[in-house]
């Protein structure tokens, strides 16, 4: 790396794939925080075909800051990976490049680590509806510091904090213990964010909403499609294998169960959705069906991981090529 500004306290992780409609507003708020102590921004661009590599080196140029890592196309999982060896930081946070930040989005969640003495900051955020310019705050809201025990709760609950890696701050070494590798599917933060909470001794969360999340039609929750369903099971089920593993599911079970409601419900309004968008309701009431009943294998207290991955092939329009639902 060249240029790079010295002894950053923070780094931030932006992967940016085909984003030249909004990088340029994420780079903007991310180089315009309000915080004084000095911190890095590393974006990766993960073999874009658009005009997005061109943004990003732009702003590398007007800022030292700003580093750019260019990689052929790998995943976001790969391309977050790739920032986590680069980040020279001793705390980490995760920006998508498609969304954007207030300007004391820094600040305030550096001060609540540093206040507190805590591992990890969360704040809360705006869903903002690109297509007609609308911003949704998200309505579920705590405040406080948690030890881990209580963190975690909260976390598994997936409501109050939620699994994203994005509107948190992270000490590095949080990455480090836990091991950590993202897995290349979609809903990676959900499959892996509590072994990083399992390694905080104290969360604090601030009741103010500090990121603004993009939904477009290609965004992550815009565009729903059988793979993205299927990840989602498949992060609740290692979620499991890792309480197991770690023999503390007992502990979080009731936590683990409300995850896994919270899953079902949400992917049945995704089944109805596909269904719809394809005006085909044929199968939908049969997959609903085979969804329970993986999901219940999910919170069964003898976890068996293969029959919850042979329930998955039978349901989210596997081999139905003819209704034309795989993507």
């Not at 903007?28 to 943004?55: A, C, K, R």
């Not at 023999?247 to 992917?267: E, F, I, P, V, W």
Request: aromatic share 12%; proline share 2%.
């Amino acid at each position: 790396m060249e240029n790079l500004i010295e002894n950053p306290k923070i780094s931030i992780i932006v992967p940016a794939y085909n984003v030249g409609k909004y990088v340029g507003q994420c780079l903007y708020t991310l180089t315009h925080q309000t915080i004084q102590i000095p911190y890095e921004i590393i974006v990766i661009n993960d073999g874009s075909t658009d005009n997005s590599l061109e943004i990003l080196q732009q702003y590398a140029a007007a800022d030292g800051r700003v580093h750019v890592i260019d990689q052929s196309n790998s995943g976001v999982s790969a391309a977050r990976t790739a920032g986590l060896h680069a980040a020279r930081g001793e705390f980490i946070c995760f920006v998508d490049g498609d969304d954007y930040v207030a300007e004391n989005y820094l600040e305030l969640l550096y001060r609540a680590c540093t206040l507190n003495n805590a591992d990890i900051s969360c704040c809360y955020y705006y869903w903002h509806l690109v297509s007609n310019d609308i911003l949704f705050e998200y309505p579920f809201r705590c405040r406080g510091v948690y030890d881990t025990e209580q963190a975690l709760n909260i976390l598994l609950r997936d409501v109050l904090i939620q699994s994203f890696l994005w509107c948190k701050l992270y000490r590095k070494e949080l990455f480090i213990k836990s091991g950590v590798r993202f897995p290349n599917m979609c809903f990676e933060d959900l499959a892996v964010l509590h072994k990083i909470f399992a390694q905080a001794k104290n969360v604090a969360i601030i009741d103010e909403p500090l990121y603004y999340y993009n939904m477009h039609k290609d965004s992550t929750l815009g565009k729903i499609n059988p793979r993205k369903v299927d990840d989602y099971i498949r992060a609740i089920a290692m979620i499991r294998m890792t309480l197991d593993k770690s023999g503390q599911y007992s502990k979080y079970r009731d936590s683990y169960h409300a995850l896994a409601k919270k899953t079902y419900s949400n992917c049945c309004y995704f089944l109805m959705k596909m269904h719809l968008q394809k005006k085909d309701p044929r199968g939908l009431f049969s997959d609903i069906v085979r969804l329970r009943r993986v999901v219940n294998s999910c919170c069964a207290e003898r976890f068996n991981h293969e029959a919850v991955q042979d329930g998955l092939t039978d349901i989210f329009y596997r081999n139905k090529n003819k209704r034309g639902f795989v993507e």
